[in-house]
């Protein structure tokens, strides 16, 4: 009788730890947010208050009003991606229009090439150029005024990110897997050499930096591959086995990042995507044609493809408009994966 009473015991503690390990399977997302949220919530906001938190300034140096908090409806974030080395010139490499929408998990980017030509708000009489000096004429606040004219829509938010500082992030994270079927080779004259070895399943950070700094075919490919790469560090990034690196993530970007981002606004994004379904960026970039104007190449934006993104935007920043009615990128030209990756240059 013992034997059969200590019997049971034993089945019921199984039945009990099988029952905690599938809940802990189950749930895990919402175990790992309970976690980042007892853990390390405090430490990163603490870290982001120090270190990336940068709201911009007018002109007269004074610190402009917060903005106001969006904690579920869409919002729109200019996202910069730097690409400066010793004693050159900070210019913004990518330069994307985003539109967020948190409740339902899903990212809008609308990338504009960097030879874009168009007026660059606030230098020398709005005298165009190409898009990316707006950043070297007049940093963050120049580039947003630039691209909310060029597309006719507002930015309420800002985010520069330095892609060498990502290298590191990369390492970190243990690398990122790159649609790379087929070798990149950057061998031109006054290039960078650099292979970039095609078919492998994971990228460390120095091939990750390389894939978005490539551009021997084309600008417009590149700047497909750093929607490639955005991506791809973004889910990593959120994934649930990188959780407890995210602290060290910080402290590697450091100043490779800025942003006007409250760092509780920040916290929240972080617990709602982990939470919640998989995160879906949907992407699209601003075609154009090139031109020579005074000797110097330039690339004319297509205003169809104009007319659709600022349509997508309108669509998107509509809070009302369900999800199956979002706007999507049509164009074959602009879906995510860049043929640059298929090809050996």
Request: charged share 25%.
């Amino acid at each position: 009788m013992k034997k059969l009473i200590k019997k049971k015991k034993i089945y019921i503690s199984l039945i009990v730890i099988v029952l905690i390990i599938a809940g802990g399977f189950l749930f895990r997302k919402s175990l790992t947010v309970l976690a980042f949220d007892l853990f390390l919530s405090d430490q990163v906001e603490a870290k982001l208050q120090e270190k990336s938190y940068q709201p911009l300034v007018s002109e007269d140096n004074k610190v402009k009003p917060e903005p106001v908090v969006y904690k579920s409806d869409p919002f729109s974030l200019m996202l910069l991606g730097t690409d400066q080395r010793k004693n050159e010139t900070a210019r913004s490499d990518t330069m994307i229009y985003a539109v967020i929408r948190p409740e339902d998990s899903k990212i809008l980017l609308i990338s504009i090439p960097r030879d874009t030509y168009t007026e660059i708000i606030g230098h020398d009489d709005n005298k165009k150029d190409k898009i990316t000096h707006a950043y070297a004429f007049g940093g963050q606040q120049m580039s947003k005024d630039t691209l909310e004219a060029l597309l006719g829509h507002d930015i309420q938010y800002y985010a520069t990110i330095n892609f060498q500082g990502l290298k590191d992030a990369v390492d970190a994270i243990g690398g990122v897997p790159l649609p790379i079927q087929k070798d990149i080779v950057n061998k031109g004259k006054d290039h960078e050499k650099f292979t970039i070895a095609g078919g492998k399943s994971n990228y460390n950070g120095e091939e990750a930096l390389n894939y978005t700094r490539y551009r021997e075919d084309s600008d417009f490919n590149r700047t497909k591959r750093q929607q490639v790469f955005i991506d791809v560090v973004a889910n990593k990034m959120l994934s649930i086995s990188q959780i407890g690196n995210i602290p060290e993530l910080l402290d590697i970007m450091g100043d490779n990042f800025k942003t006007d981002l409250q760092p509780s606004m920040i916290i929240s994004l972080a617990k709602k995507f982990m939470g919640g379904k998989a995160m879906d960026i949907s992407s699209f970039t601003v075609m154009g044609e090139g031109k020579r104007i005074d000797g110097i190449s330039y690339d004319i934006a297509d205003e169809e493809d104009l007319s659709e993104a600022t349509a997508m935007i309108d669509n998107w920043m509509n809070a009302s408009t369900p999800v199956d009615q979002l706007i999507e990128p049509g164009k074959a030209e602009n879906a995510l994966e860049p043929k640059a990756t298929t090809a050996a240059q």
